[in-house]
């Protein structure tokens, strides 16, 4: 007897064909080595044209990397505004390469799996303190926890509206990065992270 497909079994489905999104909910810890992105360092600079992540901007485009008498100089495109950003100070920005393709599966196993998360029925300043610090200092792995915590809680009551807007930034920025490391439409990606998070 097979057993009855409910709308979870459906949309975790969807994120396994979407995402590739197919860990099981019931193994919980475990490492994720390739989450732990190092930020971007001056010996080893990025190349012009390739894409990397800016805290708290998310993810930018190196369009060149330009010789200055001071040292040289990253131009980033980010939502078509373009900044300058000394390579020498990069990493002390939080500036780093975009997650791997094997750290996007991580990161998919991660949100997949769930976090632990006590659901208040009330606003806790302390833990969206956590989350905000995570999002200003942009690892992959706190912006996906953050995006996973805030999930938990949505399904046991509304968020908030700083809340709300964590959960957005989160989201946006889990869909730039993933489907710039996959190589994925945004819109499909998007899909595959609200099926994780439904």
């Known amino acids: 007897m097979t057993s009855p497909v409910t709308p979870r079994g459906c949309l975790a489905a969807l994120a396994c064909v979407v995402l590739g999104a197919c860990a099981s909910r019931e193994r919980r810890g475990g490492a994720f080595p390739d989450l732990d ?3 971007v360092r001056a010996d080893r600079p ?3 044209g390739s894409w990397a992540v ?4 998310g993810v930018v485009l190196v369009k060149a990397v330009e010789p200055h008498p001071d040292g040289d100089t990253y131009v980033v495109v980010n939502e078509g505004h373009t900044m300058n950003v000394p390579v020498a100070r990069a990493a002390g920005l939080g500036m780093r390469p975009l997650v791997s393709a094997a750290g996007a599966r991580q990161v998919l196993a991660l949100l997949d799996r769930g976090v632990e998360v006590p659901v208040a029925r009330l ?4 833990r969206t303190a956590k989350w905000l610090e995570a999002m200003r200092v942009g690892t992959i792995r706190g912006v996906a926890e953050t995006f996973a915590a805030l999930c938990e809680v949505r399904s046991e009551r509304r968020l908030v509206t700083v809340e709300q807007g964590l959960f957005h930034a989160a989201k946006t920025w889990l869909v ?6 996959r190589s994925l439409p945004p819109d499909d990606v998007e899909v ?5 998070c439904d």
């Open 37 to 39: 992105v190092a930020p």
């Open 176 to 181: 730039a990065e993933l489907g710039a490391a």
């Open 46 to 48: 990025l190349e012009a």
């Open 192 to 196: 595959g992270l609200m099926a994780l």
């Open 123 to 126: 606003y806790d300043k302390e």
């Open 54 to 57: 800016m805290p708290p901007l």
